[in-house]
């Protein structure tokens, strides 16, 4: 079985645990609320319900990424990943402004909420089951590069952190008996929702316009800086774009003008199994480009064609290979 195979049953197993554990989570949260008529526990509970929907929509777009390439998307269904995770951010978002209108409604009518023993132990019962559910999301994500998982993660990450608020808040108002605190700490919760639903909307905008992912970046050219060959005299212009777990990465390497077509496509194979090596999946794609005499200067080549000396050498960096480098090799710009 390859390696995307396998990455796609682990995103669908844990996208269904993730919906199922949403379900049992908000279940505990709702009859907490029931019991106590808390604003705190009612902003809590209503986060569950956006857990849900979230997670239902995170295991569709899981079964749609999921899908081969085909005529209409040659480059697979990927990208329906990114709207997913903007969809759960407005979701989160919604959610915040939800909590903030009820808890001003609290705020006015000033009733105490009752037994507050029993809704403190029920949230930190669904506060340790969502902490083992986050980590078991992110460790996955992780795994297979799925942002719908990591993102998913990072929503139940927030519910740990809003339950962990709310029970502290609520543990105030039941040693105080001063009902203002319960719609308080749920107004103060929900604006992390609203941080943190932005967050999420901004990081699904950035990967469908193809934002560079800079820690991607540079793990693409440090390999390639490190398996470097003598005979590779430049590359540059190296372009990546994700959908999914998928990365197409393309870019242009100069070699010698007399190596035959044999050579240079050894040199295309070498690259491409040790990207393979770092981003299982990912597809290369190199624009095999000839020398000519006016780089004699720059290049570090023990070549037997050489109608100049090497009198401009140059490091490989991060900053040549993304961009500048055809133009310094060109005399545009010095290296």
Known sequence: MSIQLKNEKLNMRAAKISLFAGIVIF??????FLVTDSAAIFSDAAESVINIVAAAVALYSIIISSKPA????????GKIEYFSAGFEGFLIALAGLVIIYSSIDKIISGVMPSKLDVGIILLVASSIANLILSLYLNKVGKRTNSLTLLADSKHVLTDVYTSIGIILGLAVVLFTTIPIFDPIVAIIVALNILFTGYKLVRESIGGLMNEVDLITMSSITEKIISIKKPEWIDIHELRFWKSANH???DFHLILPFYFTIVEAHKSDDFIVSEMQKILPGSQVKI??????FNLCKFCQFNCKERKEELS???EWKSERITGVGLRELNGLKEP
């Open 27 to 32: 279940a505990i949260k709702f009859a907490a």
């Open 70 to 77: 085909d005529e209409d998307h040659p480059y697979g269904h």
């Open 247 to 249: 990365i197409f990465i």
């Open 287 to 292: 624009h095999l480009d000839y020398c000519d």
């Open 312 to 314: 401009h050498p140059f």
